[in-house]
């Protein structure tokens, strides 16, 4: 799939986004003391990247000033599912900011808003990885790993998130949910890289019993929509040095940049966040679509 | 709605001999005037005369070579178009309601007022049979030539999708498969008629009719009878009578 910018910082940054609201609020559920300026800091930064992350999202559209329509399917669609859990989860991230910086109080609305900021994300996290894990014609997105990364990619990039703005309270939490999220990514690596191929052109032709096919004449003497959308080719060369640079960025260094106990929060999340785009630019790339068939790809 | 319809009255669709078809891109070529000018229309054609021509065409004609051991090659034209999936994973995925699949007839359309252009259904699509509309925004797709079929101001043989009116090898059948009396029934069920995909789980309308078999037991019959009329040849040629 070609990897366009705007879907790669819409799951990236509203990720993050997510991830930093869920470490907040289990934060405040677990006791922990948080100043009102961590708590408001924190929330606008959430508020911020889920927000690009949306925006950046739109910028895919056609019609984006038809977004709104986008909210009308839940019945079926998992796009629509995830623009409504979107909506729907600013609920607590602006109450809980809105209520410290106006210091209105309603300590005891803090705590069932704060579960509200554990489960709005997580069901969020989930509709968005379902727009990908739904289909059936990417083999590399339709599985479970998918699911699980989306949730692990979003705590462990929050996370990094989390300390910048709120202190290195957890930080070995942190690092422990970076390595977890590394042996996620590991694993949906060697999934999809064993699972290549299990679809073959004869399949997609309806014919298995006719021996092996390749294409003859092209259908069309220029590329069309389908092989400029679907029909991104990545090299070996170039897979390696994206998946060490995802690796390295997105997990290990601000993994270890936590352990060491590293001064610049900052630059640890900027890291991250370049690492979770560089994993997320993959997840597009490395993707085949099962219509490549029809054209240059003998097996998906 | 994007819901699926549990049960639709008729199943239009189409069905493709891959016998008969000779690739002669007449139906597609026919597709994109009619459909250009219809209830979809414009179709987007970008560049047509220049160097790196692009567009939408709702219908494409690809060609493969089939290697089968001991078998001689054969190539075989494949026109490839909307199938009207009766589980359309291209409908359930929109979020507008823009895709869509009538109840009536089972037809698969895409309302481009409503449509975002999120391109959703293209990925979701395992056959490539939708087409982004650069220029429009929109995703485009075959109508089946919705605003042919109905039209009851032409003559009721010529209200079949036009790429079926216009084949001139007779390769394309138009009718509704959910009646087992239709033509395309009958068909289908004579010639061990074929599902695009069928691992996709998508229950395509469309059907395609798979090339013919070869026959060994033919071949050799007719290999037989070549010998036998080049001995009497030959024997005429030496002019010997003996047997």
């Known amino acids: ?300 | 709605m994007t819901c699926l319809p549990e049960k639709t009255d008729k199943k239009l669709g189409l069905l493709i001999d891959l016998n008969i078809c000779v690739g002669c891109h007449a139906c597609a070529v026919s597709c994109k005037e009619w459909n250009t000018s219809g209830i979809t229309g414009p179709m987007e054609d970008l560049k047509p005369y220049g160097d790196d021509p692009s567009g939408v065409w709702y219908n494409r004609i690809h060609s493969y070579e089939f290697k089968k051991e001991d078998e001689v090659d054969r190539t075989v034209y494949f026109p490839k178009s909307c199938l009207h999936c009766e589980d359309a994973p291209c409908v359930t995925v929109c979020p507008t309601g823009a895709s869509l699949k009538r109840s009536e007839d089972g037809i698969v359309l895409v309302n481009p007022d409503v449509c975002i252009g999120c391109k959703l259904c293209s990925w979701a699509c395992p056959y490539g049979a939708r087409e982004y509309d650069t220029s429009a925004g929109v995703m485009q797709k075959c109508t089946l030539c919705v605003d042919k079929i109905y039209d009851e101001s032409i003559e009721e043989e010529r209200r079949v999708p036009t790429c079926v009116s216009t084949c001139p090898a007779g390769a394309r059948h138009f009718g509704d498969f959910a009646d087992p009396q239709s033509n395309v029934s009958k068909l289908a069920a004579e010639n061990d008629a074929r599902d695009l995909f069928p691992e996709m789980e998508t229950k395509p309308v469309n059907q395609y009719l798979p090339p013919q078999k070869r026959v060994k037991e033919a071949d050799k019959k007719l290999e037989q009878k070549v010998s036998t009329v080049k001995d009497a040849l030959l024997k005429w040629a030496s002019l010997d009578f003996s047997g």
């Open chain 1, 1 to 300: 799939m070609h990897p366009a910018l705007s879907v790669i910082i819409f799951t990236t940054f509203s990720g993050m986004g997510y991830g930093l609201f869920i470490w907040l609020c289990g934060s405040l559920l677990m006791g922990d003391k948080i100043d009102d300026q961590s708590i408001i800091m924190a929330t606008t930064l959430s508020t911020i990247l889920v927000s690009i992350g949306l925006i950046a999202s739109t910028l895919h559209l056609g019609h984006p000033e038809r977004a709104w329509r986008a909210f009308s399917q839940w019945r079926t669609s998992w796009l629509s599912r995830e623009g409504i859990m979107a909506i729907l989860t600013f609920g607590p991230m602006v109450f809980i900011g809105g209520v410290t910086y106006l210091e209105l109080g309603f300590e005891n609305l803090i705590a069932p808003m704060a579960v509200l900021g554990i489960l709005g994300p997580i069901v969020t996290i989930f509709t968005t990885s379902m727009i990908y894990a739904s289909l059936k014609a990417i083999p590399a997105w339709h599985n479970v790993w998918v699911k699980i990364g989306y949730q692990v990619y979003a705590l462990s990039s929050g996370g990094v998130a989390y300390i910048m703005v709120a202190g290195w309270l957890h930080y070995m939490m942190v690092t422990a949910i970076l390595v977890a999220a590394l042996v996620v990514k590991i694993i949906t690596w060697i999934y999809i890289d064993k699972h290549r191929g299990q679809y073959k052109r004869e399949d997609a032709l309806g014919l298995p019993d006719f021996g092996k096919a390749k294409p003859f004449e092209p259908a069309h003497s220029q590329k069309n929509y389908l092989q400029r959308e679907m029909g991104y080719n990545l090299s070996p060369k170039k897979r390696a040095l994206m998946r060490w640079l995802a690796l390295g960025c997105g997990f290990v260094i601000p993994a270890i940049l936590l352990y060491i106990g590293f001064p610049v929060a900052l630059f640890i999340a900027l890291i991250c966040l370049g690492g979770m785009m560089a994993e997320r630019w993959l997840f597009f790339a490395e993707a085949e679509h099962v219509v490549r068939l029809y054209y240059d790809k003998d097996t998906v």
